[in-house]
């Protein structure tokens, strides 16, 4: 899986930054000899020209494009390089990380699973949203060793909630212990078992049904419709739910009959068929980011 996502969304399907320049000069070559300023604009050469930007450029041939031109509404993406990621995570995602999400980062990904974790930018984003939303009551579906876990907590106000569902208690008790130095257990109600049977009961508890401010699915990919009907009953109005690994490795674009694993090939169908329902939903508003491995957020509106 590692090796098949590296494949395809660090390697041969993205566009390396060299020959981006490339696409870059041929787009100017195309649009007729039209050069670029560095604020984003068009700029026309006709002769005698006395636009400062203009002037700035040293000649014709050697005028460098603006980095935004050669982008439509089908290829603006930055998900183009390792070293941009790098940039991301050195630039404004470690620096901010807590240090027992660091601690537990590190030891996870010794874990053989290692690579099931949440990534830093992603679990950044959902600590954001969280705070954005003022939620104080949520649930995660799929807690591993509990880095989302965490980030949520942290994101929580001192009397926020998050019930953490998850089938592997063994995994969640390697994280319980960062949980605690960062002085978040009394916001964590985990509970063992699958996330239907759980989500069932949260149901019937009191103040469950239309109760929930957030929620995060990072569990069993072909159940993530059923955790949608159960979600869409357990989060409130205007609440949010967010599903992770919505793009697969980027297997979701992918022509029918490419070859994959088995895994890989009910995953991406099952991950397929969610976003398809997910974009025809009028019971919720819908945004799908290209971060991390494609991440999903849903806001109830009905
Ligand atoms: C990708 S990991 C979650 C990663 C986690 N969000 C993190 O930040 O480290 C998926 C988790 O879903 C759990 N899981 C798989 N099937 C499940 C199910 N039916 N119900 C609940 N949890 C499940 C697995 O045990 C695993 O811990």
């Known amino acids: 899986m590692v090796l098949l996502y590296k494949a395809l969304v660090g390697g041969s399907m993205v566009h390396q ?8 000069y041929r787009h100017v070559e ?23 930007s203009r002037a700035m450029a040293p000649s014709g041939d050697n005028t460098v494009a603006n980095v935004h031109s050669g982008i439509d509404s089908t290829n603006k993406t930055l998900l183009k390089s390792d070293a941009l990621y790098t940039y991301i ?17 590190l030891i996870t990904d010794k874990h053989p699973w290692g690579y099931m974790q949440s990534s830093s930018d992603e679990a950044q984003l959902l600590g954001m949203l969280i705070k954005m939303a003022g939620a104080k009551k949520t ?9 989302s876990l965490l980030a949520t907590a942290l994101a929580l106000p001192e009397d926020g909630k998050v019930v953490a569902i998850d089938t592997d208690r063994e995994c969640y008790e390697v994280g319980r212990p960062f ?7 009394h ?5 063992e078992g699958t996330g239907l049977e759980r989500l069932d009961e949260l149901l019937v508890e009191d103040d469950g049904a239309a109760s929930y401010d957030f929620a995060f699915v990072d569990a069993d990919k072909p159940n993530y419709v059923r955790y949608h009907e159960q979600l869409l009953k357990l989060v409130r109005v205007g609440g949010t739910i967010i599903y992770d690994n919505t793009l697969w490795g980027g297997t979701v674009a992918l022509p029918a009959g490419t070859p994959m694993s088995d895994l890989d090939t009910r995953f991406s169908a099952a ?6 329902k997910l974009a025809a939903d009028p019971r919720i508003e819908v945004c799908q980011l290209a971060i991390a491995d494609g991440v999903t957020i849903c806001r109830r509106i009905v």
């Open 187 to 191: 916001k964590v109600d985990f509970r």
């Open 139 to 147: 649930i995660e579906v799929g807690v591993f060793t509990g880095y």
């Open 89 to 105: 995570l050195d630039t404004t995602v470690f620096p901010r990380e807590h240090e027992c999400m660091r601690d537990l980062r």
């Open 271 to 276: 991950l397929r068929d969610l976003n398809a």
């Open 30 to 52: 195309a649009v007729g000899g039209r050069t670029l300023d560095r604020t984003n604009s068009f700029l026309p050469t006709t002769p005698g020209t006395t636009s400062p």
């Open 179 to 185: 949980i605690e130095k960062a002085g978040m257990a």
């Open 17 to 24: 930054p060299r020959q981006r320049l490339v696409d870059i």
